[in-house]
Structures are given as structure tokens and as C-alpha cells.
């Protein structure tokens, strides 16, 4: 009897990525022999958040969008880097064997975060973390008019109370006031008289 092949361990990872693939394809296949498959124009149609996408796709976006974006997934990826020191920081052997290396850990990571702070400070410095707000411009004139004249007419607006509609009342009826006829002026006559020639065999 030989001895026994023990799996090295990137067999134990082919072994998971390979069991991994198979069970999502059978997850899929499940998936598609079980669910009903009837498509209509409203699930064809493209769904973002509850809204009807309306217009082309080829917009232009800020590009403040993209940096937000890019300094999010910087900032999430770098957190990544804290299970290794925490593995290293929180084992007991390591620190047993040497009391300087959780030392050693703990300096490393105030190096990292303070690496990690001074970046998040320059970016919201630099403004790229603020939100793209309209900011308001107050207009300014060189009229002298007292504020408290302001004041009075909005407080003459204010107490202004609209009539409530009563069928009962007689209505009023505007007198359309006709502008008086002009005097007629006598008709003159025309400043020369015409004369007409007589043929010469009458």
C-alpha cells in the first residue's frame, strides 16, 4: 500500500473554484428549467429606479460623478489591507514568539490610516467631495429704498382678503361710458366749378 497523496494547496483552491463554477451553472440551469418565461414589451423595457428612461443614453454626465466614484471604491478597496493586520496584530503565537511584531503591526496600520486621513483631507479640501448644488447669486442694486417700505407693502399684501363668491348678490353691471358724437360741420364745396364745352354744331 503506498503512501497517501496529500493535495497541496492550490489543489484546494482548483477544488473550490471548480465546485464554485459548477454550482452556479446548476444554480442557472435550476433557475431555468423552474421560472415561468413569458417576455412583454414591459419587462423588455430597461428599469432604472422606478423611472421610464426617457431620451438617448448618450448623455453627458460631470465628470465629478466619476471622481466621487473613483475616491469611494479607493478608500473601500484600501480597506482590503486591515484583515492581513488584523490577522498578524490579533495572533497570539506572533506576539508570543516576539512582543515587538504587535508593536511593529500597530505602528504600520497609524502610518496607514494617517497615509489614508491626509488623502481624505486633500480630496475634500480640493472640493471634490461636494455635491454638485446651485449657489444662489443675490442681486444687488443701487436703488436707496428703506427697507421699511418693504415692510409696509408686505404687510398691505398680507392683509388683502379675497371677496367670497355669494350667488345672491346683484351682480354689477359696468357702465361703458360712450365717448360723445362729434359735431357734424357743414359740408363744403369744392373750391373751383368745372366747366363743360359745348359741341359746336348744336
Given at each position: ?30 433557475n431555468?428549467?423552474m ?8 419587462k ?13 443614453a ?14 469611494f471604491l479607493?478608500?473601500e ?5 486591515v ?6 496584530f ?10 515587538r511584531?504587535?508593536m ?8 496607514f490610516?494617517?497615509?489614508?486621513i491626509?488623502?481624505?483631507v ?5 472640493g471634490?467631495?461636494?455635491w454638485?448644488k446651485?449657489?444662489?447669486i ?21 392683509t ?12 354689477v ?9 362729434p ?16 359741341p359746336?354744331?348744336e
Amino acid at each position: 500500500m503506498g503512501d497517501v497523496v496529500q493535495i497541496s494547496e492550490f489543489g484546494k483552491i482548483l477544488i473550490f473554484l471548480i465546485t464554485g463554477i459548477i454550482l452556479v451553472c446548476l444554480i442557472f440551469f435550476v433557475n431555468r428549467l423552474m421560472s415561468p418565461n413569458h417576455p412583454n414589451a414591459e419587462k423588455l423595457s430597461s428599469y432604472e429606479c422606478g423611472e421610464e428612461p426617457t431620451g438617448s443614453a448618450w448623455l453627458p454626465f460631470n465628470s465629478r460623478f466619476y471622481v466621487i466614484a473613483l475616491v469611494f471604491l479607493l478608500f473601500e478597496v484600501e480597506m482590503v489591507f486591515v484583515f492581513p493586520w488584523a490577522t498578524v496584530f490579533g495572533s497570539h503565537e506572533i506576539n508570543n514568539f516576539d512582543p515587538r511584531w504587535g508593536m511593529l503591526s500597530l505602528i504600520e496600520m497609524f502610518l496607514f490610516l494617517g497615509v489614508l486621513i491626509l488623502g481624505l483631507v486633500y480630496v475634500w479640501c480640493k472640493g471634490d467631495l461636494d455635491w454638485i448644488k446651485p449657489k444662489p447669486i443675490t442681486p444687488t442694486t443701487d436703488v436707496k429704498i428703506p427697507t421699511s417700505l418693504y415692510d409696509q407693502l408686505n404687510t398691505e399684501q398680507s392683509t388683502y382678503v379675497v371677496r367670497q363668491f355669494n350667488m345672491e348678490q346683484t351682480p354689477v353691471v359696468a357702465t361703458i361710458e360712450t365717448p360723445a358724437a362729434p359735431t357734424s360741420q357743414p359740408i363744403r364745396k369744392p373750391m373751383f366749378k368745372p366747366t363743360f364745352k359745348k359741341p359746336s354744331d348744336e
